[in-house]
């Protein structure tokens, strides 16, 4: 496997930059465009070798996807209660769709996406409490779209149809840390996608350092709609709370962005 420094990676992304249309090495792959340019690079999948590789990723996306990348998992405070198999998947939960099928008769499940300045049909959302802080879930059931009338009426014999209380929350702290220990400096490639002769190709047209991830422009993206909180539990399993970042608002999140080329 080859070395690099910082300075020859730079290098040889801007040789593979020059070479244009290059085809997928990962035909039938969705991860093809990031594996292509690792192939390229003579480099093992998620291993950077360059000195200080640990603080450095190699991060790829097509230039044109509205795709969401998972960038952490992180359940709500306090954690005491566990909220969403405890609280909301009993509480707030609904029939499974494969229940009797896949699942067991009386399979539940809760399923929600919450972003910034969105309420959800079932009434679900988010605030951002900058004197305490925190990220806070919000119920509100005059939103409840009508078409989720029995489902509210369920929640209202179980527990009533006022706010949370307590509300599910995270710091900022919290998150700065959880974030800043997955978002690590990276190197940012963007490839444009066509077709030739039938066989996908990749431009790696866009290469930029990102550096210093930033608590502050990570909560602006959480009240600006690029940030998605996914919860995702049934009844036999709790798949865990997601936060998903839309690709092109990656380099939002940091205070140094470095364009080498685009």
Known sequence: MKTYTKESLIAELLKIRDKGWIENRRHGNDGGVGNTLEDLLGIEENNLPIPNAAEWELKTQRATTSSLNTIFH??????????????????????????????????????????????????????????????????????????????????????????????PYWGFDDLGHKAGTKLTNCFFVKAEVKKIERKQHFWYKTIMLLSDFSVKKFIVALSSDYVYIDFDARTGHNHGTKFRLKQNALPLLYDDVQVIAE
Do not use: C
């Open 74 to 167: 992180m359940e709500p405070s306090p954690r005491a209660y566990r909220f969403v198999p405890q609280v909301f998947l009993l509480n707030y939960g609904w029939p499974h769709d494969e229940a009797g099928r896949k699942y067991p008769a009386n399979e539940m499940s809760f399923r929600q996406t919450i972003r910034g300045g969105k309420i959800t049909d079932r009434g679900f959302g988010f605030e951002i409490d900058h004197v305490q802080k925190k990220v806070v879930v919000t119920f509100d059931a005059s939103k409840v779209d009508p078409h989720h009338s029995k489902w509210l009426e369920t929640v209202k014999q179980k527990i009533g149809l006022a706010p949370l209380n307590p509300a």
